[in-house]
């Protein structure tokens, strides 16, 4: 079974500094026949359900903000909030296939 | 607007039975790939099961195989999740998901949207 490992469990940043979530998977989501990663990153605020942030790695979903990106190849990916504001406090999930990551609690320092 | 709203959660004893319902709109339900996935309270999430839009391929998480039945009925545009001999650990939100399938590899991809869940505790 695939399992995805996220790191740190959670994190606290001031507001307008960058935020690093790292989510590794336990074998490799790239698929040599179209070069894409098939890693997902999901974003739930409390009392939500998740929304869906970043796809393939790297591909916004339409509506998110440019300060998300996702980056990463094969078993290790990054979600980086590169100014964070008062609303993105909320937990992040990385996604692959039918396993998700334990999550990562971002807050306010 | 795509919409998925939830239904059927509440308390139930332990070894119980009951049945989630998820009414969708905004887009042809037959045409996708449908899950649940589940969060404990506090926890993260859990898939839990899914199914193709002709109905005809049903997949489970191991933690319920052979306890819970998804299905759904295309003509009432709803997804449903049969859950039976629950357990205590079986408490949690359950939402419905939409699911976007990777064509090139021929399985699920990630979940495009989500309805606001139902809450299903198990507990005596």
């Known amino acids: 079974?695939?399992?995805?490992?996220?790191s740190p469990d959670s994190l606290a940043v001031s507001l307008g500094e960058r935020a690093t979530i790292n989510c590794k998977s336990s074998q490799s989501v790239l698929y040599s026949s179209n070069n894409k990663n098939y890693l997902t990153w999901y974003q739930?605020?409390?009392?939500q359900p998740p929304k869906l942030l970043i796809y393939w790695a790297s591909t916004r979903e339409s509506g998110v903000p440019d300060r998300f990106s996702g980056?990463?190849?094969?078993?290790?990916?990054?979600l980086t909030i590169?100014?964070?504001q008062a609303e993105d406090v909320a937990v992040y999930y990385c996604q692959q296939f039918r396993a998700f990551g334990q999550g990562t609690k971002v807050e306010i320092k | 607007e795509v919409q998925l709203v939830e239904s059927g959660g509440g308390l139930?004893?332990?070894g119980?039975?009951?049945r989630l319902s998820c009414a969708a709109s905004g887009f042809t339900s037959s045409n996708y790939w449908m899950s649940w996935v589940r969060q404990a309270p506090g926890k993260g999430l859990e898939w839990v099961a899914n199914i193709k839009g002709d109905g005809s391929e049903k997949y489970y998480g191991d933690s319920v195989k052979g306890r819970f039945t998804i299905s759904r009925d295309n003509a009432k545009n709803s997804l449903y999740l049969q859950m039976n001999s629950l357990r205590a650990e079986?408490?949690?939100v359950y939402y419905c998901a939409r699911d976007n399938i990777a064509v090139a590899v021929?399985?699920?991809?990630?979940?495009?949207?989500?309805?606001q869940g139902t809450l299903v505790t198990v507990s005596s």
């Open chain 2, 12 to 14: 139930v004893q332990p």
């Open chain 1, 82 to 84: 590169s100014s964070l």
């Open chain 2, 90 to 92: 079986d408490t949690a």
């Open chain 2, 106 to 115: 021929g399985r699920l991809d990630y979940f495009d949207d989500w309805g």
């Open chain 1, 71 to 78: 980056s990463g190849s094969g078993t290790d990916f990054t």
């Open chain 1, 1 to 6: 079974d695939i399992v995805m490992t996220q």
């Open chain 1, 44 to 47: 739930q605020k409390p009392g």
């Open chain 2, 16 to 18: 119980g039975s009951l």
